[in-house]
């Protein structure tokens, strides 16, 4: 199973991104999925988590209103999409997700960062 990230870039201060989170592999059914950041010389926190259903997404206390968590289970994806965006954002995000695979029951599995740089 991997977990790929992408949509990070380069924006303005007040721009808007969109972040995707994609699985793929031999699994059976992607559980929560959430969204960490890290900016440098920082600890790692918690963006944005959605359920399996996609009910009930979670944000953190400084992307509240801003930012909004959505899932095309489909498409196997979870989107992180980002208004107002400030320096402050600037970070390397990583989506996580919860999975269950034919061979090791449910598991928690990382996707490598995509960095977003706001500029002022």
């Known amino acids: 199973v991997q977990l790929q990230a992408s949509g990070g870039g380069l924006v303005q201060a007040g721009g808007s991104l969109r972040l995707a989170c994609v699985a793929s592999?031999?699994?059976?059914?992607?559980?929560?999925v959430s969204w960490y950041r890290q900016a440098p010389g920082e600890q790692r926190e918690l963006v944005a988590g959605?359920?399996?259903?996609?009910?009930?997404?979670n944000y953190g206390d400084s992307v509240k209103g801003r930012f909004t968590i959505s899932r095309d289970n489909t498409e196997n994806a979870v989107y992180l999409r980002m208004y107002s965006l400030q320096p402050e954002d600037t970070a390397v995000y990583y989506c996580?997700?919860?999975?269950?695979?034919?061979?090791?029951?449910?598991?928690?599995?990382w996707g490598k960062g995509t960095l977003v740089t706001v500029s002022s």
């Open positions: 592999g031999s699994f059976f059914r992607i559980n929560t």
């Open positions: 996580n997700a919860n999975i269950r695979t034919p061979t090791r029951g449910s598991q928690v599995y």
């Open positions: 959605i359920f399996g259903s996609g009910n009930s997404p």
